[in-house]
């Protein structure tokens, strides 16, 4: 929790052009969802919509760690996630439009965002889902002796899910190519950690597999990429799995459809005043990498890019009807045997 920003060395240490790069990165996760939010509010986006808004040093952080094929996966909390591996903004916000032109077709909406070419293998919407999944990649690559690394990301109400013990155990005994990255945003819904977690260190679960472990500051992205770069090198490697805990807070609530009535004001506010992107602009500034001429002509870019994603996704069209139950069924069947109006084919 006490790690500052400037005391990575190298080959910790990004250089200026990937430091630039988070930096825009975070921008643009921060814009997409206040945009997302607000064509939420206009009905243009149905269904769920969670916002990870606040979080954002926590992803870019250990997603810029990993090599672009390292597989990962994650929660329903997953634009940034997308956006952070590169995947094309515009399609993204289709997807949460649930346009034909999104990048799952429209079909899996906010929460299951997935981009295979990126090896971003998906959000899943139940809690603690992602984990197994990350385990059967990080066996893939073992089993094929590759040397990539897969992480799993998952909140801190995933912790006392009993998969998340049995997926340590496998990936420890089996000493598979894993990180375990808890996003602890101290909340479940709108259940407080202390109030569903005994022990609310997180990252002490990795001891009983004997597996190491690291807490970190999960708004500060520095913090964050060095903590995954030393847990990427132990599993490529070392064949060594390991957790890392990253200590954030979500500004909003659980989802849209959340008031966030019942979190103390005193609580946010000490938070935001650690704003991960203030923060990180701060030691830009102060290294001389970023200028004000730099950071305003990234937040240009970023507005031009979510705008354009907002426009695409309005003006494509939506999924065709007939394509609701495609990739609900394995084979498609001439008659639907329950006598269901939807028939897939
Ligand atoms: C197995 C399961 N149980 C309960 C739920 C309902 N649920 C959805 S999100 C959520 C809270 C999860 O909190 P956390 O893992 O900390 O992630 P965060 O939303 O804070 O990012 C719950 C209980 C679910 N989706 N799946
Ligand atoms: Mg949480």
């Known amino acids: 929790m006490t790690e500052t920003d400037t005391t990575l060395l190298p080959p910790e240490r990004p250089d200026a052009a990937l430091m630039l790069q988070m930096y825009e990165s975070m921008v643009l996760i921060r814009r997409f969802e206040e945009r997302a939010a607000e064509e939420y509010m206009k009905g243009h986006i149905g269904g769920f919509l969670h916002l990870a808004i606040g979080e ?24 940034g996630q997308a956006l952070a591996r590169g995947s094309d903004p515009k399609r993204v916000m289709a997807e949460l439009f649930g346009r034909s032109t999104g990048i799952c077709g429209g079909l899996g909406g906010s929460m299951h965002l997935m981009d295979v070419e990126r090896h971003f293998y998906g959000g899943y919407g139940i809690v603690g889902g992602s984990i197994p999944l990350a385990v059967g990649l990080g066996f893939a690559i073992s089993y094929r002796e590759g040397d990539s690394v897969a992480m799993a990301m998952f909140g801190d109400g995933a912790t006392n899910q009993g998969v998340l013990a049995e997926s340590m155990n496998m990936a420890a005994l089996w000493k598979l190519p894993v990180i375990f990255f808890v996003l602890n945003n101290h909340y479940g819904m709108g259940t407080a950690i202390d109030r569903a977690s005994a022990d609310t260190d997180l990252f002490k679960r990795a001891e009983a597999h004997g597996m190491p472990a690291k807490q970190l500051d999960g708004m500060s992205v520095l913090a964050v990429y060095r903590g995954v770069l030393e847990a990427a090198r132990l599993a490529r490697e070392e064949r060594q799995p390991s957790m890392i805990e990253a200590r954030a807070y979500r500004y909003r609530g659980h989802s849209m459809s959340d008031p966030d009535t019942t979190r103390a004001d005193e609580e946010k506010e000490r938070w935001e005043a650690r704003d991960p992107l203030v923060t990180f602009e701060r030691v830009l500034y102060g290294e001389g990498t970023l200028t004000a001429e730099t950071a305003e002509a990234v937040r240009a870019s970023v507005e031009t890019q979510v705008e354009e994603a907002v426009a695409f996704a ?3 069209p939506p999924v065709p009807e007939a394509d609701l139950a495609r990739h609900v069924y394995a084979h498609p069947w001439s008659e639907d045997p329950r006598g269901s109006a939807v028939v897939p084919r």
């Open 56 to 79: 954002e040093a926590a992803v870019v952080g250990s997603i810029s760690a990993l090599r672009p094929d390292d597989p990962i996966t994650s929660t329903y909390r997953e634009h």
């Open 314 to 316: 309005d003006e494509s």
